[in-house]
């Protein structure tokens, strides 16, 4: 886990509500698939997952990426602090309570382990060397709403 946060494009945070190993995992794969950094909360470097140097929020990083996905991050306020200035926010979380839906341009409440796995298989069937932008990543979040019926919050139109 390495790269600059601060001049990510796409960062892709890792909650408590990933709930196991295995999914994180797959979190790490999906990010080296869409070239995004890696990052967690504060429940995710206490849980051994990410390196504390990883972690967003109040006693982490702040970041401005031009894309955040958030997997099973609920969203307290010492996160969101480290995250707001995100351009585009894109929330995952099997919780609809989650605070952090309030502030997402799109929330998915959704198993993140599926919709990772469908992130991970729809870009790694493109060219190898072609990395999805930030347009092609949103698109996929509308179009899986679309595809599986999950529940969506938000719209690209802005908080």
């Not at 919780?95 to 993140?112: K, N, S, Y």
């Not at 382990?113 to 870009?123: E, H, I, R, S």
């Not at 069937?125 to 709403?145: G, I």
Request: charged share 15%.
């Amino acid at each position: 886990m390495t790269g600059d946060l601060q001049t990510a494009e796409v960062i892709l945070c890792c909650g408590r509500g990933l709930q196991n190993k295995s999914n994180f995992h797959l979190a790490l794969q999906v990010a080296d698939c869409i070239q995004a950094q890696i990052t967690g909360t504060r429940a995710a470097v206490d849980l051994g997952w990410i390196p504390a140097n990883r972690e967003i929020g109040l006693s982490g990083a702040r970041v401005a990426p031009q894309l955040y996905i958030g997997c099973g991050v609920s969203g307290t306020n010492f996160h969101i602090i480290g995250m707001k200035q995100a351009k585009k926010i894109i929330a995952i979380n099997t919780d609809p309570l989650a605070p952090i839906f309030q502030i997402a341009d799109i929330g998915i409440e959704a198993d993140v382990g599926k919709v990772l796995l469908a992130l991970m298989n729809t870009f790694s069937e493109k060219n190898p060397l072609h990395h999805p932008s930030v347009d092609e990543l949103l698109t996929f979040f509308v179009d899986y709403h679309a595809t599986n019926f999950e529940k969506i919050r938000g719209s690209l139109s802005g908080r």
